[in-house]
């Protein structure tokens, strides 16, 4: 079983990107677009305000007509903000996503400090991984080698 904290050390870029609530859209999807990202974190200076996401631009700006250059993210982020913990597992976060229909979850420690964030590709890569794994091994155990 997989942890938060190992598919976390397993990403090439594992740097999080974020925008202010203050901040327009049209700044986040500039963002987004030149980090090749689909969500952005939006902090209050270490704390987690929200999270703005590809949804939110089209549910929360482009279909009710808002003007990405003059709508801060703080009136169309999504908040509360589930997060999950470096111990927990893959599964138990594709379970919390497939509830409540998430992408991305913050990683944050005990102490609420934030230390990364998954996607639901990042999960499906670990598992991918795992899975290839436990046939080379089965493989192995059968041909003798």
């Known amino acids: 079983m997989t942890t938060v904290a190992e598919i976390l050390r397993s990403k090439p870029d594992s ?9 327009s859209v049209l700044t986040a999807l500039q963002r987004m677009a030149d980090k090749g990202i689909g969500a952005l974190l939006v902090l209050e200076g ?8 590809e949804r ?5 700006v482009v279909l009710q007509g808002r003007a990405s250059g003059h709508t801060p993210i703080r009136e169309v982020m999504t908040h509360p903000v589930r997060f999950v913990r470096p111990t ?28 990364g964030l998954v996607s639901i590709g990042d999960l499906v890569k670990g598992v991918i991984s795992q899975q290839r794994f436990i046939i ?7 041909t003798g080698r």
């Open 15 to 23: 740097q999080v990107y974020s925008v202010s609530p203050s901040d």
């Open 56 to 60: 939110d631009y089209a549910r929360k």
């Open 88 to 115: 927990q597992s893959s599964e138990q976060c594709m379970a919390l996503m497939t509830e409540n229909r998430l992408r991305h979850l913050p990683v944050v420690d005990e102490q609420g400090s934030l230390l």
């Open 46 to 53: 270490q704390e987690i305000a929200g999270i703005f996401t």
């Open 136 to 142: 080379e091994q089965m493989e192995q155990y059968i």
